[in-house]
């Protein structure tokens, strides 16, 4: 018998007893929205938790910790700094792919700013480090740079001998002949010594010296901040203080003033300051959790002004890039023979809890289905009993057993696609309105989706087959038994 003779012979059964179809799928269709349902959740947890809170497929690397509390101070014991050296035994792990080391800066240090954002200017102790602008090039817009514009300057003043240091009267000058991440430099400081040098004229005093004799354009310290600070600040910081909430997408391009060796705890042991101005590029899981990342290039300059030359070689930890995330393990045993250890992100653990998760729901819908599929055992060998002398006449003008086989697989198999499809529909919109619930009436929390689905079409199609596989396997022996109908002895009632 041929194919689409097949197709329209399983099709009419269907139609005849579309009502006991109907009632044998409701479970298959019940089951697969909840296996699609629970395992796109899963997948939409797993994104946001491993790929922005938790990521995996770089490890930041410290030294060994020993401490020894007194009273209420925890004082270290051994070093805290990865050297050269260590970099490039991390480098030789196997699976390691690059190894990027970071940089704190260890000076005290302020900013303040952010009129635009909160309606008046903000003073901060600056928290900083510093990174290559390798690790984070991929979190960047093509339209903004994160680089050490002043790579070529061995100290830190050395930058007014570089090429993009002209003669500037006002930051658009800057920005016409330099693009725009520069401004001009001096202008505020050279305002400031004109007031104290009024002011010393009227005592006659000494006038201090002058800081400058012409504003220079200068580049603004690209500047990235984690997620973290974006989502603490959205969450509960600005409901603390009456700020607005931030787009992160819009706060780019946002200008900070800095000073370098002073700060409202404390001064460093310098008679002198730096200040600069630090400009927002972007924002990244690889930037300091709270705080502002620098290329670490200014912070090493900056650690040698106010320290020594040693200081250009001590980094504080070490971002490791690794092949894949099934790697892990081996590369964080290899760390452990450094002497080194990999932060605790508690990332294993949710990654454990998720998959669990995700058994443990997977294996409820896979019950669900299985239970289904016995009531379409149950519905098929109900309708072979039913349909004997039809099945007996099919068998009498030619029909084998093979098509009979195929006819009830067949119908199987569409009971099967069209619960599936129903299923996986459900699934989606059942998504769909959680998704919309969440989004206006849910309030706004840390690292809040704008979905917690993922939908991959490979998860649909699976669960498509996934139904129609278990109504196959549930319509199997039915259809064993319908294709060994003996036509004469049911065509005789015997």
């Not at 139609?15 to 089951?31: E, Y």
């Not at 030294?63 to 051994?78: A, H, I, M, Q, T």
């Not at 001096?186 to 006659?204: D, T, Y």
């Not at 009971?415 to 969440?438: C, K, Q, T």
Request: glycine share 8%.
């Amino acid at each position: 018998m041929r194919a689409t003779r097949l197709l329209r012979v399983a099709l009419d059964d269907i139609k005849r007893n579309r009502r006991h179809f109907l009632l044998a799928s409701i479970g298959v269709v019940v089951g697969i929205a909840a296996f699609t349902f629970f395992l796109a959740l899963g997948g939409g947890v797993r994104k946001v938790v491993l790929g922005k809170i938790f990521p995996l497929d770089k490890l930041e690397v410290v030294p060994k910790s020993f401490d020894v509390d007194v009273s209420l101070l925890r004082v270290p014991l051994g070093n805290e700094i990865i050297d050269d050296t260590k970099v490039e035994q991390l480098e030789s792990i196997p699976s390691v792919v690059a190894v990027y080391p970071k940089m704190k800066l260890t000076i005290p240090s302020m900013v303040w700013g952010g009129q635009k954002l909160f309606g008046n200017n903000l003073r901060a102790e600056l928290v900083a480090d510093g990174v290559d602008p390798e690790l984070v090039r991929e979190d960047i817009s093509r339209h903004w740079a994160f680089e050490d514009f002043e790579a070529e300057a061995e100290t830190w003043e050395g930058w007014k001998t570089l090429a993009t240091a002209t003669p500037c009267e006002n930051n658009e000058q800057c920005v016409e002949q330099h693009g725009e991440q520069t401004y001009c430099w001096g202008v505020e400081q050279l305002a400031s010594w004109e007031k104290a040098a009024a002011r010393a004229k009227k005592r006659n005093t000494e006038p201090p010296a002058k800081p400058l004799e012409q504003p220079r354009c200068r580049n603004y310290i690209p500047i990235i901040i984690s997620h973290h600070i974006v989502e603490l600040y959205n969450g509960s910081v600005r409901r603390a203080h009456g700020f607005p909430k931030i787009n992160p997408d819009s706060a780019i391009g946002f200008t900070f003033d800095l000073t370098f060796g002073a700060s409202m705890v404390d001064a460093s042991a310098k008679d002198y300051t730096y200040e600069a101005r630090g400009m927002l590029v972007g924002f990244s899981d690889k930037a300091i959790d709270l705080g502002m990342t620098f290329p670490v290039g200014y912070v090493r300059r900056l650690n040698v002004e106010f320290g020594d030359a040693k200081a250009a070689t001590m980094f504080h930890s070490a971002v490791v890039e690794i092949e894949s995330k099934d790697d892990v393990a081996a590369v964080a045993a290899a760390v452990a023979d450094l002497e080194l250890e990999v932060t605790d992100t508690g990332a294993e653990q949710a990654a454990l809890l998720i998959t669990i998760f995700m058994m443990v729901f997977g294996f409820v819908s896979v019950v669900i289905v299985g239970i289904a599929a016995v009531n379409i055992m149950h519905v098929f060998f109900m309708l072979i009993y039913e349909r004997q002398q039809e099945l007996g006449i099919m068998r009498a003008v030619g029909a084998s057993r093979g098509d009979i086989r195929r006819i009830i697989i067949g119908e199987a198999a569409i009971v099967g696609a069209l619960a599936g499809a129903v299923g996986v529909a459900m699934a989606i919109g059942a998504g769909r309105l959680f998704d919309w619930v969440s989004a206006s009436y849910i309030p706004d929390f840390p690292y809040k989706p704008r979905t917690y689905f993922d939908f991959d079409p490979l998860l649909l199609l699976a669960a498509f087959g996934f139904a129609i596989g278990f109504c196959v396997l549930g319509a199997f022996f039915p259809a064993n038994r319908a294709a060994r109908t003996d036509p004469a002895r049911v065509l005789t009632g015997q």
